[in-house]
Structure formats: C-alpha cells, structure tokens
C-alpha cells in the first residue's frame, strides 16, 4: 500500500516540530547571580577617575562658592 505525499511529509515535518519545541526549553536561571570577580584591572580602570572626581568635589564647590561671593560683591548683588 503506497503512501500519500501528505502522510511522507507529515511525519518528518511533526519531528522536526517536537525537535525545535525540545531544543527551546532552557533551564531556569539560578536564583543567586554569579559572584563578581575582585580586582579585575578594566572596573580598577573605570573606578579609578570616579574615585579621584569623588576626592575633589568638595574642593570644586567650596571654589565655587568663593568665585559666586565674589563675583555678588563686585557687582554688588
């Protein structure tokens, strides 16, 4: 008994089907994400101009704030 053109291609299609569903399913994430590594040189390389801003934002306002006064009592405002 032949088989049909539908039936040859139907079942080779529904395997590749539930072979495509199968290869989807990924396993959940861990609860708890990965431990950063300590020290590494390229966050050492982007922290380090951060950290020096950080050191001298006191000095750059209180500058600020003399340049303000001073510029008020020259004008007189």
Sequence with gaps: MPRSLA????IPGALLLALACAACNRPPPPDQPPEPQANTQLRDAIQAPIDRAKAVEGAVQDAAEKQK?????????
Excluded: P, W
Aim: no cysteine; hydrophobic share 45%.
């Design 7 to 10: 039936t040859s291609t139907m």
């Design 69 to 77: 006064a001073a510029i008020d009592a020259a004008t007189g405002s």
